[in-house]
């Protein structure tokens, strides 16, 4: 008897699970509300060229700061400050959002960001063999000047200009696993020619 009200019950939860399907198809679905578009970003501008890179309209000028080469986690931040005084915007704004006048202002803060308010210590190039100043360089003048100190290192041949010369690591890093170039360690066995090969198979066969 037990049993078979069990299979009663779970007759009649299935029947009502069908009558509740049955329900909710029948009803009327509410049409699904697609995210509106904002004014704001319908007026920015897709690609920015800024300090020669070009950045996503659609990103934050603190963002935006990290796709150029020079500048880090640790300067974007004060750049982005000196960019906002000097505009009187926030950093927070899309670059998309920028006229041709601002995103020139701001190239000119991004080249000469030494004649600000900023630490030494956070400049890429201090006390500079050219001028003798501290400068923060950025893009091509910084790929351009990275190569000019490795030449330099190498003319002098100092320790450091001696490890660029061959390849090997430069800031004392450990060789014996890592760093490796050339060829495999190992019994290096020598190629056989045709004629060799066939003549020591004579030579057994002879013995």
Known sequence: ??????????????????????????????????KAIAKEDEDLRGIIRLAGKDVSGYIN???????????????????ADIISKEL????????GSFDDAQIEKIDAILANIQNY?????????RM???????????????????????????????WKGYRHHYG??????RTRNTGRKGMSLGVIRKAMQP??????????KKK
């Open 1 to 34: 008897m037990a049993k078979a009200k069990k299979k009663d019950k779970k007759v009649s939860k299935k029947k009502e699970a069908a009558k509740d399907k049955e329900i909710t198809a029948d009803a009327p679905k509410k049409p699904v509300k697609k």
């Open 61 to 79: 000028l603190k963002r935006a700061l990290l796709r150029v080469k020079g500048i880090g986690q640790s300067t974007r931040g004060l750049v």
């Open 88 to 95: 009187k915007i926030s950093p927070t704004v899309k670059v």
């Open 117 to 125: 308010d900023v630490p030494s210590y956070l400049l890429n190039r």
């Open 128 to 158: 500079s063999r050219d001028t003798g100043k501290n400068e923060h360089v950025i893009m091509n003048d910084l790929v351009f000047s990275e190569r000019q100190d490795i030449e330099n290192e190498k003319k002098l041949y100092t």
């Open 168 to 173: 090997q690591k430069v800031r004392g890093q």
């Open 195 to 204: 004629g060799q090969a066939a003549g020591k198979k004579d030579e057994k």
